[in-house]
């Protein structure tokens, strides 16, 4: 594990399965999908700034 | 990450970056990386970076972070950055996906998308990156030398780690760029 303190946590009662976003060619991207594949590594980053 | 996909897929895992980001300044992103998994746009982070807790109030941006999903949807690990180039080694979530002892996935050929690179303007060239990054390194060891406090050395140190890693995977997602275009 990381050897700092992680104070961020997912907020109660998310369902990770209702979860759709906009992929780069403007396609819509279902997290249950991915899931179907198998584990799900998300990255998030903070942007092109 | 990008340059060690297969290392993801073969544990049975694939990735997905999320950001704040339109759908075109990602396509820009996938091209000018060469990104082997999709960005995906969530502008104001009701979708999923707020949901699943790593929103920058202050930024209106994530936070930089790194969340495993078992294919079940639970959460089996999460790393959330302290600044903008603060990222878990590979071999940690490696480590995680291996717990779960999945088959590789099966990943589609030849998904890159094909667009004009157009960074935005404030970006940092991928050419400047190691440059900045061996500055970082620099100064985080020389921050490192200086620190009395223990966790103040151990994160000039881990800082220190980390630019290094830059530097190794920009020398290597410059390779694939230039082979992809020649």
Redesign the interface.
């Known amino acids: ?4 303190p ?6 109660k009662g ?4 209702n ?8 396609q819509p ?1 279902q ?1 249950a999908g ?16 | 990450m990008a340059r060690e996909y297969d290392q993801y897929t073969g544990r049975g895992a694939t990735i997905a970056a999320i950001v704040v980001d339109a759908p075109e300044q990602n396509a820009a992103m996938v091209e000018k990386l060469a990104l082997p998994f999709p960005i995906l746009s969530d502008p104001d982070g009701e979708r999923a970076i707020k949901p699943l807790g790593v929103w920058d109030e202050e930024g209106k941006m994530a936070t930089p972070a790194i969340i495993v999903l078992a294919p079940d949807g639970h959460e089996v690990y999460r790393y959330a950055g302290v600044d903008f180039m603060d990222r878990p080694n590979d071999d940690e979530i490696l480590e995680a996906l291996s717990s779960l002892g999945l088959p590789a996935t099966e990943t589609p050929a030849g998904t890159i998308a094909h667009l004009d690179p157009r960074p935005g303007s404030r970006a940092i060239k991928l050419d400047n990156l190691a440059v900045y990054m061996r500055g970082v390194r620099f100064a985080s060891m020389a921050l490192a030398g200086r620190a009395r406090d223990p966790f103040d050395k151990a994160e000039a140190e881990r800082t220190s780690r980390m630019a290094e890693r830059y530097v190794t995977a920009q020398g290597a997602t410059l390779r694939l760029v230039n082979q992809h275009a020649t």
Do not use: C, I, P
């Open positions: 594990m990381s050897q700092y992680n104070t961020l946590q997912r907020k998310t369902d990770v399965h979860v759709e976003l906009t992929d780069q060619a403007g991207w997290l991915a899931l179907l594949r198998g584990a799900v590594v998300l990255v998030f980053y903070r942007g092109d700034w």
